[in-house]
């Protein structure tokens, strides 16, 4: 069994998004959700993979997690 980044789709009342993808990336995300449904066997929606992969990557980014905590910071200090 291949090893996924995402294991599983939350469901949560989620905010509407419109966004254009280039026709690669949109392939490769309908390739991800056909891998998926057949790893958790049940259908998975390619809309539903959009909002835990950025997840996923703004928390593995360490950088902007360093600058985020920077500017928190300085926001307390304010006040």
């Not at 254009?20 to 066997?41: D, F, K, T």
């Not at 929606?45 to 996923?56: F, K, V």
């Amino acid at each position: 069994m291949t090893k996924l980044k995402l294991a599983s789709i939350d469901d949560d009342k989620p905010v509407k998004l419109a966004v254009s993808l280039p026709p690669a990336l949109h392939r490769n995300l309908v390739a991800y959700a056909e891998i998926l449904a057949r790893e958790m066997g049940k259908p998975v929606e390619t809309n539903q993979l959009i909002a835990p992969m950025l997840e996923r990557f703004i928390a593995s980014d360490r950088g902007f997690a360093k600058l985020r905590d920077a500017a928190k910071s300085q926001l307390r200090r304010r006040f």
